[in-house]
């Protein structure tokens, strides 16, 4: 089981109930700002249809959503998933609404990378042709070699050139490490940190953030 920060385990037919809902999130009333109440509804509502043995109280008590805004032409708006610490998270959500009146939603579980696995300070020419490797860590409840679908992971804009298996960090456990070539990432001068995305066998989306230092003086290796 997932765990919360305070050591209780979210229920995986929690976790499973919010990703069935989340692609369907756009249907929901009341945007761009959905109350706990309305948001644990209507994954409530959606895991039945999907036949998933979930009780609204569950789904209620692991959802938390930011406070209310009135609706507005063009809203964007975000917050944090399962469980209440917004240091600790373990999903992020994203809505909009465009002057249009178009919704887009999105919501992703929290995963652990390491950009430059064995590299401490993380340094990325950006300007360089080489190649850079980042690993999504293995973790309790989620294991990336069984999970994510490599063709849809993306490092900031580039897309994975080659995948291992191997563990990085030394918990014991495989991890699913990709290279990406630098001049794909979308990093500039100011670039503090970069994000891996992805999606997972399950239907869900995944990411993750690691420092980096954008230096288009470094010569180092990019391993």
């Given at each position: 089981?997932?765990?919360?920060?305070?050591?209780?385990?979210?229920?995986?037919?929690?976790?499973?109930?919010?990703?069935?809902?989340?692609?369907?999130?756009?249907?929901?009333?009341d945007f761009p700002a959905p109350t706990t109440e309305q948001v644990a509804h209507?994954?409530?509502?959606?895991?039945?249809?999907?036949?998933?043995?979930?009780?609204?109280?569950?789904?209620?008590?692991?959802?938390?959503?930011?406070?209310?805004?009135?609706?507005?032409?063009?809203?964007?708006?975000?917050?944090?998933?399962?469980?209440?610490?917004?240091?600790?998270?373990l999903f992020k959500f994203a809505f909009a609404v465009d002057e249009s009146g178009?919704?887009?939603?999105?919501?992703?579980?929290?995963?652990?990378?390491?950009?430059?696995?064995?590299?401490?300070?993380?340094?990325?020419?950006?300007?360089?042709?080489?190649?850079?490797?980042?690993?999504?860590?293995?973790?309790?409840?989620?294991?990336?070699?069984?999970?994510?679908?490599?063709?849809?992971?993306?490092?900031?804009?580039?897309?994975?050139?080659?995948?291992?298996?191997?563990?990085?960090?030394?918990?014991?456990?495989?991890?699913?490490?990709?290279?990406?070539?630098?001049?794909?990432?979308?990093?500039?001068?100011?670039?503090?940190?970069?994000?891996?995305?992805?999606?997972?066998?399950?239907?869900?989306?995944?990411?993750?953030?690691?420092?980096v230092i954008a230096d288009p003086s470094d010569n180092g290796s990019g391993k």
């Open positions: 089981h997932l765990m919360s920060p305070s050591g209780e385990p979210i229920p995986r037919p929690v976790q499973d109930a919010f990703y069935a809902a989340s692609p369907f999130l756009e249907s929901m009333p209507f994954v409530y509502d959606t895991a039945i249809q999907f036949g998933i043995p979930v009780t609204y109280e569950e789904i209620l008590q692991y959802v938390f959503i930011a406070a209310d805004e009135p609706l507005s032409a063009s809203v964007e708006a975000e917050g944090e998933l399962f469980p209440h610490d917004p240091t600790d998270a178009e919704v887009g939603v999105a919501v992703s579980y929290k995963v652990d990378i390491d950009l430059k696995p064995g590299d401490d300070k993380n340094t990325v020419n950006y300007k360089s042709k080489g190649k850079v490797w980042c690993a999504i860590l293995w973790k309790d409840g989620f294991d990336p070699l069984e999970e994510v679908v490599v063709d849809t992971v993306r490092l900031g804009d580039a897309e994975p050139l080659q995948t291992k298996e191997e563990d990085v960090n030394g918990d014991g456990n495989d991890d699913l490490v990709l290279k990406f070539e630098r001049q794909d990432i979308g990093l500039d001068e100011d670039s503090e940190t970069v994000k891996v995305t992805g999606e997972t066998y399950a239907g869900g989306l995944i990411e993750g953030e690691d420092a």
